[in-house]
């Protein structure tokens, strides 16, 4: 975890960076000064050997730096810090007025539950703006958490480019993300934002550099060379070319690597799209944006729609679209939230517990866990008087509150992993799984645990996917594979073999069958009853990564994270009813027998009505 303790030299390590970008200006003063359109680049993952009285002594010359315009720090930041260090580090910056902006890799948001929410605890910044009189910076986080080939542009960097376009126009752009472009699904909302611009696309290179050209310019920089030997580059825009210079850790040679004219760079034309005739198959009646990025699902409840942004805004309409209130929750929301009679109690990140007035958003109490909350919440009844609401932590408890007085009922640790599953419940039991793919079961009442089905995966965390029926609780195990335990003893009754590499399932109303979807788009329907694989379905599809399911009497509705949705009659016959739009799904509800609410992680809602 991020939070684990870390060698001390960490940090000292950090500074040796700032320290040659220090050394590299000492020795090209005389260009910079005649261009100051100009950024230095490392991949901070790794890291030459450190010297702390080296690094005390050059610390000041560091703070009269002043041909720099801007140092980027792209690269594993989680791999080389403790969150503490990284804390030194961002506050080093900013008490010194150091013009340095930090792009996080991969791996900062992948590769553990809370990553992603911690690091942006300590980078205040996951988008930047510079602009210069002829160039522009424009750095953003593009990872989707857990998917080390897919990226994305969130809405709030794509409106921030948005409100600088006309400032950008005619401009040079030196854009830095995490991921190159081809990894990027919207990349054409992004290039449609910078369009009548030249652009230069830079981003960390595993192995080797390479570029490429297409609408842009592309750039991939390595951190470490073919001696496995760190390195890192200038980036220079002088006499209109562009020039790629790479410089060693451990002595003083350079290697010239790339150099372009500009004026061979291509211009970025706004993308269109043919008009396209009315859908036969649907009719929109209501589309609101809210214009930021929403992950959790949709609340619904009669004529009422909820709606949570991951800035913490709460929104409430009804089936027509007229706003009844919108209330504001101080934290990052991206657990799902639950709806239970006239509460809607929800849970930041930063681990504070909201209940909230369903009726006119009015916050009625508030109360602070101590750690993260990485679980999504549930309601169940302890007893005719006494509703629980339960989740789980960071640090592997699980809690259970009184829904309407927030007094505590019990709080059990069980795991040294945190719980990211919403706790489902039956005949008093309540299960959960933590980020190893571990299955508990406890005692409602008191939190007692009944039993444990232990897996192990390190390298491959787990989602929020467990679902049950009256006898059997379906999991995941690490290997994608769907398996049902026992809901008395958690012992394994079936698995059936899948594999599949999207970690969620769904359950029928009727609990008849399981469905579960790969990122090739093949969908499976297994058995409850003995773990068969009853039929499956190919939706042809590439790179997806989630899925919502919401169905009707005699339809399955499935909205993807391309931003397709698809209809599945009885007799198996499939039918897209929306194109994509590479803007994942993330809420997909019924209204009523041909009316469905969908919103995208972009924070657009839509009521459609379906014709055909």
Same mark, same amino acid.
């Given at each position: 975890?991020?939070?684990?303790?870390?060698?001390?030299?960490?940090?000292?390590?950090?500074?040796?960076?700032?320290?040659?970008?220090?050394?590299?200006?000492?020795? %090209?003063? =005389?260009?910079?000064?005649?261009?100051?359109?100009?950024?230095? #680049?490392?991949?901070?993952?790794?890291?030459?050997?450190?010297?702390?009285?080296?690094?005390?002594?050059?610390?000041?010359?560091?703070?009269?730096?002043?041909?720099?315009?801007?140092?980027?720090?792209?690269?594993?930041?989680?791999?080389?810090?403790?969150?503490?260090?990284?804390?030194?580090?961002?506050?080093?910056?900013?008490?010194?007025? $150091?013009?340095?902006?930090?792009?996080?890799?991969?791996?900062?948001?992948?590769?553990?539950?809370?990553?992603?929410?911690?690091?942006?605890?300590?980078?205040?910044?996951?988008?930047?703006?510079?602009? %210069?009189?002829?160039?522009?910076?424009?750095?953003?986080?593009?990872?989707?958490?857990?998917?080390?080939?897919?990226?994305?542009?969130?809405?709030?960097?794509?409106?921030?480019?948005?409100?600088?376009?006309?400032? $950008?126009?005619?401009?040079?752009?030196?854009?830095?993300?995490?991921?190159?472009?081809?990894?990027?699904?919207?990349? @054409?909302?992004?290039?449609?934002?910078?369009?009548?611009?030249?652009?230069?696309?830079?981003?960390?290179?595993?192995?080797?550099?390479?570029?490429?050209?297409?609408?842009?310019?592309?750039?991939?920089? =390595?951190?470490?060379?073919?001696?496995?030997?760190?390195?890192?580059?200038?980036?220079?825009?002088?006499?209109?070319?562009?020039?790629?210079?790479?410089?060693?850790?451990?002595?003083?040679?350079?290697?010239? $690597?790339?150099?372009?004219s500009l004026n061979k760079l291509k211009v970025i034309t706004e993308q269109t799209t043919a008009s396209k005739k009315d859908n036969p198959t649907y009719k929109q009646i209501i589309r609101i944006n809210y214009n930021s990025t929403s992950t959790t699902k949709l609340n619904l409840a009669d004529n009422r729609i909820y709606i949570t942004i991951d800035n913490g805004l709460l929104y409430l309409i009804d089936f027509t679209g007229k706003e009844k209130f919108v209330s504001e929750i101080?934290?990052?929301?991206?657990?799902?939230?639950?709806?239970?009679?006239?509460?809607?109690?929800?849970?930041?990140?930063?681990? &504070?517990?909201?209940? #909230?007035?369903?009726?006119?958003?009015?916050?009625?109490?508030?109360?602070?866990?101590?750690?993260?909350?990485?679980?999504?919440?549930?309601?169940?009844?302890?007893?005719?008087?006494?509703?629980?609401?339960?989740?789980?932590?960071?640090?592997?408890?699980? $809690? @259970?509150? &009184?829904?309407?007085?927030?007094?505590?009922?019990?709080?059990?640790?069980?795991?040294?992993?945190?719980?990211?599953?919403?706790?489902?419940?039956?005949?008093?039991?309540?299960?959960?799984?933590?980020?190893?793919?571990?299955? %508990?079961?406890?005692?409602?009442?008191?939190?007692?645990?009944?039993?444990? %089905?232990?897996?192990?995966?390190?390298?491959?965390?787990?989602?929020?996917? =467990?679902?049950?029926?009256?006898?059997?609780?379906?999991?995941?195990? =690490?290997?994608?594979?769907? #398996?049902?335990?026992?809901?008395?003893?958690?012992?394994?009754?079936?698995?059936?073999?899948?594999?599949?590499?999207?970690?969620?399932?769904?359950?029928?109303?009727?609990?008849?069958?399981?469905?579960?979807?790969?990122?090739?788009?093949?969908?499976?329907?297994?058995?409850?009853?003995?773990?068969?694989?009853?039929?499956?379905i190919e939706l042809n599809k590439t790179n997806i990564f989630s899925f919502e399911i919401t169905e009707s009497d005699n339809d399955i509705f499935i909205g993807l994270s391309d931003g397709s949705l698809y209809r599945i009659s009885d007799n198996k016959n499939v039918k897209q009813i929306i194109e994509p739009t590479f803007s994942p799904i993330t809420g997909l509800a019924k209204i009523n027998q041909d009316q469905l609410v969908i919103k995208n992680i972009d924070g657009n809602l839509?009521?459609?009505?379906?014709?055909?």
């Amino acid at each position: 975890m991020l939070n684990a303790a870390m060698s001390d030299n960490s940090f000292i390590k950090i500074f040796q960076i700032f320290i040659l970008f220090l050394l590299i200006g000492e020795v %090209y003063t =005389p260009i910079l000064c005649q261009n100051k359109k100009y950024a230095i #680049i490392s991949e901070i993952a790794f890291f030459g050997k450190s010297d702390r009285n080296k690094i005390e002594l050059l610390t000041t010359l560091l703070k009269r730096e002043k041909n720099v315009n801007t140092i980027l720090l792209s690269g594993n930041v989680e791999s080389a810090n403790s969150l503490h260090e990284l804390r030194q580090l961002t506050s080093f910056i900013s008490e010194n007025n $150091l013009n340095v902006k930090i792009i996080a890799g991969y791996n900062d948001y992948s590769n553990s539950i809370l990553s992603q929410y911690l690091v942006r605890q300590e980078i205040d910044e996951q988008t930047f703006v510079i602009n %210069y009189e002829d160039v522009c910076l424009f750095g953003f986080n593009s990872v989707i958490p857990f998917e080390k080939d897919i990226g994305y542009v969130n809405i709030e960097s794509l409106v921030l480019l948005d409100e600088e376009s006309k400032a $950008l126009k005619g401009k040079l752009i030196y854009s830095f993300s995490n991921l190159p472009l081809n990894k990027i699904i919207n990349r @054409s909302q992004l290039l449609n934002r910078i369009k009548n611009n030249k652009m230069i696309y830079f981003y960390p290179e595993e192995n080797k550099f390479t570029v490429k050209i297409d609408q842009a310019l592309e750039i991939g920089l =390595p951190g470490i060379d073919k001696n496995n030997k760190p390195v890192y580059h200038l980036i220079e825009n002088k006499n209109d070319s562009i020039f790629v210079i790479k410089k060693y850790f451990d002595n003083d040679n350079t290697e010239f $690597l790339f150099a372009e004219s500009l004026n061979k760079l291509k211009v970025i034309t706004e993308q269109t799209t043919a008009s396209k005739k009315d859908n036969p198959t649907y009719k929109q009646i209501i589309r609101i944006n809210y214009n930021s990025t929403s992950t959790t699902k949709l609340n619904l409840a009669d004529n009422r729609i909820y709606i949570t942004i991951d800035n913490g805004l709460l929104y409430l309409i009804d089936f027509t679209g007229k706003e009844k209130f919108v209330s504001e929750i101080f934290g990052d929301v991206k657990s799902n939230p639950i709806l239970y009679r006239d509460l809607f109690l929800v849970a930041t990140v930063g681990g &504070d517990l909201y209940s #909230i007035n369903s009726n006119n958003g009015e916050v009625i109490q508030v109360a602070g866990i101590g750690e993260n909350i990485t679980s999504d919440l549930n309601v169940i009844d302890l007893d005719k008087t006494i509703k629980s609401v339960v989740f789980g932590t960071s640090k592997g408890r699980i $809690l @259970s509150y &009184d829904a309407f007085t927030f007094e505590i009922l019990w709080d059990k640790k069980l795991s040294d992993k945190p719980i990211i599953s919403k706790a489902v419940y039956e005949n008093d039991k309540l299960i959960f799984i933590d980020a190893s793919y571990s299955v %508990y079961c406890v005692n409602a009442k008191s939190g007692v645990l009944i039993w444990k %089905y232990s897996q192990k995966s390190s390298d491959n965390p787990a989602y929020n996917f =467990p679902i049950l029926n009256a006898s059997k609780v379906f999991t995941l195990s =690490p290997e994608g594979n769907v #398996i049902a335990l026992d809901l008395l003893q958690g012992k394994k009754v079936w698995s059936a073999d899948i594999k599949t590499d999207i970690k969620k399932l769904y359950i029928n109303k009727t609990k008849t069958h399981i469905f579960a979807l790969n990122s090739s788009g093949k969908l499976f329907a297994i058995s409850t009853k003995d773990g068969k694989i009853d039929f499956n379905i190919e939706l042809n599809k590439t790179n997806i990564f989630s899925f919502e399911i919401t169905e009707s009497d005699n339809d399955i509705f499935i909205g993807l994270s391309d931003g397709s949705l698809y209809r599945i009659s009885d007799n198996k016959n499939v039918k897209q009813i929306i194109e994509p739009t590479f803007s994942p799904i993330t809420g997909l509800a019924k209204i009523n027998q041909d009316q469905l609410v969908i919103k995208n992680i972009d924070g657009n809602l839509s009521i459609i009505k379906i014709t055909e």
